[in-house]
């Protein structure tokens, strides 16, 4: 399933040239002419990344931007602003409201392409970020050998076992529903609420509460926050 980029911008000559760039790179591109479209798009369509205009309206891209990152679930989300405001000033604002990055117009298809390729590497490490627990040295030299001759540990998030193999949650861990536990087990494996309701055919908004309600539970601010504290209690596999 290709990866999800909403991309916002009031000029059509612009709005069309970044998606035929992206739909011809392999991307799944989703238009929007103004920031009030577009952020219904984002609960609609739950991308992966967007790329938008400062300048549009309706809803400018500060705006837009401002609203999405008060969804727990899009906390993460990467965001890219275009826009021929170049000031300093602008800039700053840009990154206060919660962009990652700034592309001045005019700019070239091929550098914004890397830029969110740039971006959607970086997320997807962040989000299978491993915890990074130190392992208890042995204690004997029979415990040494005995795990010198073991196998070495598959990678957490591609290791699937046959049963559920889960240790016993640490007691300080929080009390989560078996849905909550599903949802948690797939997003631990970097999938999107998109990708999360179509393994356990629940719509995205359903998805969504169930992350809003893990984030609430585990007083986590984002999904990196969220997979640490899980592996952490141990309430994934």
Do not use: W
Not at 3 to 14: H, M, Q, R
Not at 50 to 59: A, G, W
Not at 94 to 102: F, L, S
Request: glycine fraction near 4%; aromatic fraction near 6%; proline fraction near 7%.
């Amino acid at each position: 399933m290709p990866l999800t980029i909403l991309v916002a911008d009031d000029d059509f000559a612009t709005r069309l040239s970044i998606t035929d760039y992206l739909e011809i790179t392999g991307y799944s591109v989703i238009p929007a002419e103004n920031g009030k479209e577009a952020l219904g798009l984002v609960e609609e369509f739950q991308p992966h990344l967007i790329v938008t205009d400062i300048t549009m309206p309706e809803m400018d891209g500060y705006e837009f931007v401002r609203r999405v990152r008060t969804r727990p679930a899009f906390r993460l989300l990467p965001v890219i602003f275009l826009t021929e405001r170049t000031s300093t000033q602008e800039r700053i604002r840009g990154y206060q409201m919660g962009c990652d990055n700034y592309l001045a117009k005019p700019f070239e298809l091929q550098e914004l392409g890397a830029v969110i390729r740039s971006l959607l590497d970086r997320y997807a490490l962040i989000a299978q970020a491993p915890s990074h627990s130190p392992k208890p040295e042995p204690t004997t030299p029979t415990e040494a050998r005995s795990r010198a001759n073991s196998q070495p540990e598959a990678d957490f998030f591609t290791q699937k076992s046959e049963t559920d193999d889960r240790p016993s949650p640490s007691q300080n861990s929080p009390s989560l529903t078996q849905r909550e536990r599903e949802v948690l087990d797939l997003l631990t494996e970097g999938l999107s609420n998109i990708q999360i309701g179509d393994r356990l055919h629940l719509s995205p908004r359903t998805v969504e509460k169930h992350v809003s309600s893990l984030f609430r539970k585990t007083e986590s601010n984002n999904r990196a926050e969220l997979v640490r504290f899980a592996m952490e209690h141990h309430l994934v596999r």
